[in-house]
């Protein structure tokens, strides 16, 4: 993923959001189901005069059709910064509507802040937002929100003072959330932070910012994350960044597409996208072909069913084969080389199957599509304890089956 986003990518291909999506208006904050079928953002395109959450539905030629409000989430007040997590089942919102903190502003009037806000989708349908608790809302605006595991990013800053932006993290335990913190240098500095996102393992934090040394006002950037810190800060670069403003990137995996907001000169900000050009998927043919594929590049701890790192690559395309192919079902197949005992790796071959169907659960397929099964040593590719041949024989299947 970090090769797709260098400035000496040619292949990068950016451009205005295909549809009826972009107007005159404010269009900011993107974010997406995780079958990347349904585009959340939010715009002030009412005569309401106030920002409100729309939504849009991906047609089949791939471009989005005109947005519609979402009533249940909006309120008679400004509604902004949709985030739905990784599994689709909440979505995070900042408002200023009635229940918000009151703030005491300096000329004696009293002021809203915008506090963040979260709604659970039922299979059908979101909830009626509720406000997060303190520590979280304040008398500052909060806004931004980003969602992974127990982590929640958002940005606050002073009533009416946006150039003092920062982006905190708090952390969901014991049935409560931690006091905020900002995040440390480099993310933070002197300047405007805002709009940070994790990608789906959380090993990067993009965020926008508008520090000396980019390409116009905001530019997006991108950080290693490294235990709890951040390193290898880098400016996204061209194409992404421009002379004007660029914010609120998110990554959608399934479509290894990016979604951002830039400013057009003119006007107000629109949605861009920042695509790779599609490439074959040769685990979609070899699926469509024989019904079943066996890859041995599913690596897992040594005697462990942890999964390594280097085996998101080829369990992706699994995860992009399973989302643009909703009816479809599968069995995920665990298999051992012919070392160790016969018992073990039964119980191993078993486990490692379900540690590959957690994976393709977080990555939001849904869990009733998916069955395990071990089969330990008995079915080897290989009669053989070789190095070479027990590499073969360690190795994870996935056979389609009917619905």
């Known amino acids: 993923m970090l090769a797709q986003v260098q400035p000496s990518e040619p292949s990068l291909l950016v451009a205005p959001i295909q549809g009826p999506i972009n107007t005159e208006f404010q269009e900011f904050g993107p974010t997406m189901t995780p079958d990347a079928k349904t585009l959340y953002f939010y715009s002030k395109r009412s005569n309401r005069g106030y920002t409100e959450i729309f939504k849009s539905e991906r047609k089949k030629d791939g471009t989005w059709d005109f947005p519609e409000e979402v009533d249940v989430l909006n309120s008679p ?140 006002g905001f530019d997006l950037y991108m950080a290693k994350i490294d235990g709890d810190s951040f390193k290898d800060i880098e400016n996204l670069g061209a194409p992404i960044n421009s002379s004007e403003d660029e914010a609120y990137i998110v990554f959608q995996q399934i479509k290894k597409t990016f979604l951002f907001c830039r400013r057009v000169e003119g006007r107000s900000f629109d949605l861009f996208s920042a695509s790779v050009p599609k490439q074959e998927n040769l685990v979609q043919k070899k699926l469509e072909e024989t019904k079943k594929i066996s890859l041995d590049s599913v690596y897992f701890e040594r005697a462990s069913s942890i999964l390594k790192p280097e085996s998101s690559i080829p369990l992706d395309a699994i995860v992009d084969y399973l989302h643009e192919n909703a009816d479809k079902k599968m069995k995920i197949i665990g298999h051992t080389d012919l070392t160790g005992t016969f018992e073990d790796n039964m119980v191993l071959s078993k486990e490692r199957a379900e540690s590959v169907k957690q994976y393709l659960v977080s990555k939001g397929v849904d869990p009733k599509r998916l069955a395990t099964d071990g089969k330990g040593p008995t079915q080897p590719v290989v009669q053989a304890t070789d190095e070479a041949s027990s590499k073969k024989n360690r190795r994870t299947e996935f056979v389609l089956i009917d619905p």
Do not use: C
Request: proline share 9%; aromatic share 12%.
């Open 77 to 216: 007040f400004d509604d902004q910064s949709p985030f739905i997590s990784r599994d689709g089942k909440t979505l995070l919102l900042s408002s200023n509507r009635d229940g918000s903190v009151e703030v005491m502003l300096p000329d004696g009037k009293v002021g809203i802040s915008r506090d963040l806000y979260v709604s659970n989708w039922d299979g059908k349908s979101w909830s009626q937002p509720v406000a997060l608790p303190a520590p979280i809302n304040t008398e500052e605006i909060e806004e931004n929100p980003h969602l992974l595991g127990d982590t929640l990013l958002f940005t606050r800053y002073p009533f009416g003072k946006p150039n003092l932006a920062k982006v905190y993290f708090s952390q969901y335990k014991g049935e409560k959330w931690s006091t905020p913190k900002p995040l440390p240098s480099p993310i933070n500095d002197n300047y405007a932070t805002i709009a940070a996102a994790f990608n789906d393992d959380g090993s990067l934090l993009f965020f926008s910012s508008n520090r000396p040394g980019g390409y116009g």
